[in-house]
C-alpha cells in the first residue's frame, strides 16, 4: 500500500451550495491542496457521487431550495462513504446535531467561516477518510486471506490467544472458528502434541521465528488431511498497548514428503543398481575362473570315486553362484530380453493353470491354510492396448508376486490378479511414470502385510523377511529391474494386517518392436560342420584367471593361443607383425582401452577379423549395436565351443 504523501493523489472534495459566490470563494480557498468539484444543485451533487468514488470530503450547505444538506448527506450515503461537512449561516442548531447524532455529517461550521479554521477542518476530514479507507482495504485483504488460503493461519496476542483465524487453522484444532478465538494452541491442542507446542513457543520467544516438520500420529489426524505439517511461527511486532502479536502458519506437506521419500528411494535403488552391477561384474569374473578351472580339472581326473564327486559339488555350487549373479544382475539391468507386443490379458488368462498348480504346490510346503488365486480381468477386457515387453519375464514377475502372496497369507486366503488401464497426465517424481498410458497389472492378497519400515525395503537386493532357506531377497528386486528397464514402474502399497497389492506399470508403446531392446546372448547352436580346424586366436582380458580358462578351454580343442592382459599390448602385438589370426576373444569392460575401442584397432590393421566380446556385466551402450557376438560371464567350455563354432561358420564379410 502507499503511505508516501508525496506521492499519494490530492484529496479530492465535492463543494455544494446554491450560491455561486460562495463556490468560487470556497474555491479560491482548498484549490492548492485539494482537487475541487463544485455544484449549485444537491440534486447534482448526488449525480456525481454515484458517478465517481474517489470523493473524500464533501462540504455542503445547510439550507438550500432543492433540498436541505442534511438530507442530501443523508442520501449520500448510498453512494459515497466521503465525510461530510455542513456549513450553515442560521442559528438552526437542532438541525445540525441531529444530523450529528445520525451519523450523517462529522463535523460543521458556521458561516462566515474562519479559512484556516474551515482549511484545517478539511484537512482533517480527508486524512481521516484515507485512514478509513485503508483500513477498510486492509481488513478486506486480511479476510480474502483468511478466506482463502490453502494454509491455515492465525494470529495471536501477546497472552498466546488467538484473534484472528482461518477454518483451515481451526480444522486443525477440530473445530470451528469461534471455538477457537480467545484460545492458545495448548489449550485446543491434542495432548501428545503438547511437548512439541511448548518446545516451539521457547525458540520463538528466543529467536522470534520458529518452523518445524511434524509428523501427526493416526489418532491425531481425525479429519486433518495430510499426515505431514509444517508450522511456522512468528513474532509479527506490537500492538497498540506495546505488546507483541504473533502469527501461526500451518501447511500441509504430505504430498511433497512422499515425493521426496520417492526420489530418495529411486536415487537409493539406482545407487543400489550401480553397485550391484559393479559386485556382478567382478563377481563373474570370479565364477569364471572357477567354473572353468573346475572343468579343467575334471577333465584330468577320473570319471568316477571321491574326487570326481568333490570336484562335481564344487561345480554345482559354482554354478549356484553364478545363477545368484544373474539374478542379481536382473535387479540392476535386465538383459537377454526378448521385447514384442504382448496383450497382458491373455497372457494373465494362459497362466491359470500354472498359478493355480503354483499356489497349491506352494501351501503345500508351507502347511499353510488353503489359497485361493482368481484372474480377473472383467473390467479391462477389450480396453487394454497391447505393451512391448518380454512375455516370459512378464509371467515370472507375476508367478513370484504369487508365490509371495501365499507366503504371506499362513492363516489362507484370496490372491487377486486383475488389470486396469492406468492414464498419468504428469510426470511422478522418483519414479518412471510419465504422462501417458500404462497397463497396470495388479497382485492383491490378504496377508499379514508390511509396516512402513519393511516397505521401504522391499526392492533391495537381498532383503528378505522370511525364514533362513526360504528366499534369497531378489524377487521384488528382479521385477523392479525388469520393469523399470522397459519403462514401466512397480508400486507397492501395505499395511500390517490389511494384506498388499503390487502394481506393475507397464507403458503402452502401440504394439511394435522396441528398438532399444538391450543386446542378448545368442544361444548357442552349434553349426554343422564349422570350426573343426585349428584356429589362432588372440584372447584379450585383463583378468589372469579368466584369461588362462579361456586359454585352457581353446587349447583343449587344439586351437594356437595368444594370451593379452590389455588392449593396448593385444594392438601393440598386431602392429609389430603377429602372424595369422583368426578370431578374437575380448573383455568388454577393461582398464585404459576397452574391447570396444581395441576392436576398432585391430579391425583397421585385420580388415574382416572376427571378435567374440566377453562380458561379466556391461551397459547396452558398452557392447556393439546389432552384434550377436557377445557371450556372458561365467560360461563353459561348450559355451564357448558354440559360439566360436557358430561365429567361424559365417562367410568373412560377416563377421
Known sequence: MNTNPATQPRPVVLLVDDEAEI???????????????????????LDILAARNDVDVIVSDQRMPEMGGDVMLARARAHSDAQAILLTGYADIGAVAAALNQGRISFYSHKPWDPDALRAMIVQAADYHRLERELRTERMLLHGLL???????????????????????????GRDIAGCLGHTEEELCDADLLPLIRAAHERLHAEGRDEETVELPAHIRGGVQGRWREITRVVLGALGDG???????????????????????????????TLAGGIAHDFNNLLTAVLGSLELVRDMGPETGPMARLLDNASAAAQRGASLTRRLLNFSRPRDLSLEPVDVNALLHGMNDLLAQTVVSRQGKSGGAPCAIVVDTAASDGMLPPVCTDAGQLELAVLNLCINAV??????????????????????????????????????????????????????????????????????????GFIRHVGGEVQVRSRPGEGTRVDLCLPVQGGGNATDAPVAAVAATPAEGAGQRALHVMVVDDEPGVRAVTAGFLRARGHEVHEYASGTAAVQAMEQGLGPIDLVIMDVMMPGMGGMETAHHLQALRPGLRVLYLTGYANAGALPAGSADVMHKPFTRADLAAHIDRIMHRAPQEA
Open 23 to 45: 463556490l468560487v470563494a470556497l474555491t479560491d480557498l482548498l484549490e492548492d491542496t485539494f482537487t475541487v468539484l463544485s455544484t449549485t444543485s444537491p440534486t447534482e451533487a
Open 147 to 173: 478466506d482463502n488460503l490453502r494454509s491455515g493461519l492465525g494470529f495471536k496476542d501477546a497472552q498466546g490467544r488467538f484473534i484472528r483465524i482461518n477454518q483451515q487453522a481451526a480444522d486443525f484444532y
Open 243 to 273: 505488546s507483541a502479536c504473533s502469527v501461526v502458519i500451518n501447511r500441509d506437506i504430505t504430498r511433497q514428503q512422499e515425493m521426496a521419500a520417492r526420489l530418495r528411494q529411486a536415487e537409493k535403488m539406482q545407487a543400489l543398481g
Open 407 to 480: 507366503d504371506a497369507m499362513p492363516e489362507g486366503g484370496l490372491i487377486k490378479v486383475s488389470t486396469a488401464l492406468k492414464r498419468v497426465k504428469e510426470i511422478v517424481a522418483g519414479t518412471n511414470l510419465v504422462p501417458g498410458e500404462y497397463v497396470m497389472v495388479s497382485v492383491t492378497d490378504q496377508g499379514v502385510g508390511m509396516s512402513p519400515e519393511t516397505l521401504a525395503r522391499v526392492f533391495e537386493p537381498f532383503f528378505t523377511t522370511k525364514d533362513v532357506g526360504r528366499g534369497t531377497g531378489l524377487g521384488l528386486s528382479m521385477i523392479y
